[in-house]
C-alpha cells in the first residue's frame, strides 16, 4: 500500500515537473514516462497507475492546449476531427482494461513502443542530416490545411494533411491505448499525423496535446467509478505537471522539430525496455 511521506511528496511533485516538460513539449501527455515510473519505482498496481496518470493528462492538456492555440501550433480541425474516434476509443480501452490481467498490459505497452521509436528516431536523425527545404505545395487544397511561425525555422512553415481517412481508424487504436495503457494515446498520436498526414513534428505535438484531454477524461472517468484513482497520489502528481506542463510549452516552440523527434525516440525505446523486462 503506498502511503504519502514527506519524501514521497518530493519525488512525485519533482517527477511531475519532469513528465509535464516532456509531455507538453512531445505531446504525449507524459503517460508513457509516469505508468512505468509509479510501477517500478513506487510499486504501484498497473490499473492504479494507468489511472492516476490519465487524470495527469487531462491537467498537461488543460495546461497547454490554449496556448498553442494561440500561439496557432494547434490544427483545431485537424485535432476535433481525429478527437472523435480517439475518445470513442479511449472509453472502449478503459472498460477492457479491467478485464486484463497487469503482466498482459505491460507486455502490450511494451511492444507497442518499440516500433514508434524506431520510426521517430530514422525520421529526425534524416531530418538533422537533410538540409532545410522549404515545405512542399500541396497536391490539392485541404480543410485541414495550415501554417506556424516557427522561431528555430525563422519562417513561417505551412503543411499540407493528407490520409485523413485511415489517420481516423488509427486514432481510434490511439484511444483504445489510452484507455487501457493511461499513456493519452499521443504516443501513436504524434507519429500519426507525423509520419502518415505529413504534419510538422511541432504541429503535430501541439494537436496531440489539445486532443488528449478528452480522451484521457472519458476514459479516467470509467477508472474513477471502478475506485482505482489514487486520490492523494495524483493530485501531488496533478501539481508538479502542470508547472512543468509550461516549461514544456516554451521546450516545443524553441527547439527543432527533428530534435525533438530524437529525443522522443531515444525516452520511448527506454521505457518500453523497462517496462519489457519488468513484465517479464
Same mark, same amino acid.
Given at each position: 500500500m503506498f502511503e504519502l511521506t514527506a519524501l514521497n511528496f518530493f519525488i512525485l511533485a519533482a517527477f511531475g515537473v519532469f513528465i509535464g516538460l516532456l509531455g507538453s513539449a512531445l505531446g504525449i501527455g507524459g503517460g508513457i514516462f509516469m505508468v512505468p515510473f509509479l510501477v517500478l519505482a513506487l510499486d504501484l498496481p498497473i490499473h492504479q497507475a494507468?489511472?492516476?496518470?490519465?487524470?495527469?493528462?487531462?491537467?498537461?492538456?488543460? !495546461?497547454?492546449?490554449?496556448? &498553442?492555440?494561440?500561439?496557432?501550433?494547434? &490544427?483545431?480541425?485537424?485535432?476535433?476531427?481525429?478527437?472523435?474516434?480517439?475518445?470513442? +476509443?479511449?472509453?472502449?480501452?478503459?472498460?477492457?482494461?479491467?478485464?486484463?490481467?497487469?503482466?498482459?498490459?505491460? /507486455?502490450?505497452?511494451?511492444?507497442? /513502443?518499440?516500433?514508434?521509436?524506431?520510426?521517430?528516431?530514422?525520421?529526425?536523425?534524416? +531530418?538533422?542530416?537533410?538540409?532545410?527545404?522549404? !515545405?512542399?505545395?500541396?497536391? +490539392?487544397?485541404?480543410?485541414?490545411?495550415?501554417?506556424?511561425?516557427?522561431?528555430? !525555422?525563422?519562417?513561417?512553415?505551412?503543411?499540407?494533411?493528407? &490520409?485523413?481517412?485511415? !489517420?481516423?481508424?488509427?486514432?481510434?487504436?490511439?484511444?483504445?491505448?489510452? +484507455?487501457l495503457l493511461g499513456i493519452g494515446g499521443g504516443i501513436v498520436q504524434v507519429p500519426l499525423m507525423n509520419l502518415l498526414c505529413g504534419v510538422p513534428m511541432k504541429a503535430a505535438a501541439a494537436t496531440s496535446n489539445f486532443i488528449i484531454g478528452v480522451s484521457a477524461a472519458a476514459s479516467a472517468y470509467v477508472y474513477f467509478r471502478k475506485g482505482l484513482v489514487p486520490l492523494e497520489l495524483t493530485a501531488v502528481i496533478v501539481v508538479g505537471v502542470l508547472l512543468g506542463s509550461f516549461l514544456g510549452i516554451y521546450a516545443l516552440y524553441r527547439a527543432r522539430s527533428e530534435k525533438l523527434q530524437l529525443v522522443f525516440a531515444a525516452l520511448t525505446l527506454l521505457v518500453a525496455v523497462k517496462m519489457l523486462l519488468k513484465a517479464l
Open positions: 494507468v489511472a492516476a496518470s490519465l487524470v495527469a493528462i487531462v491537467a498537461t492538456s488543460s !495546461a497547454v492546449a490554449a496556448v &498553442n492555440v494561440e500561439r496557432g501550433l494547434a &490544427n483545431i480541425r485537424l485535432g476535433v476531427t481525429l478527437e472523435v474516434t480517439t475518445a470513442l +476509443g479511449s472509453i472502449l480501452g478503459a472498460l477492457v482494461a479491467h478485464r486484463l490481467p497487469a503482466q498482459a498490459v505491460q /507486455l502490450l505497452f511494451a511492444f507497442t /513502443l518499440f516500433p514508434v521509436s524506431a520510426l521517430m528516431f530514422l525520421k529526425g536523425r534524416r +531530418g538533422l542530416s537533410a538540409p532545410r527545404r522549404p !515545405a512542399p505545395a500541396a497536391a +490539392g487544397p485541404s480543410a485541414f490545411d495550415s501554417s506556424f511561425f516557427d522561431p528555430a !525555422a525563422g519562417a513561417q512553415t505551412p503543411y499540407a494533411v493528407k &490520409n485523413m481517412a485511415p !489517420a481516423s481508424a488509427v486514432s481510434f487504436f490511439a484511444g483504445s491505448l489510452s +484507455g
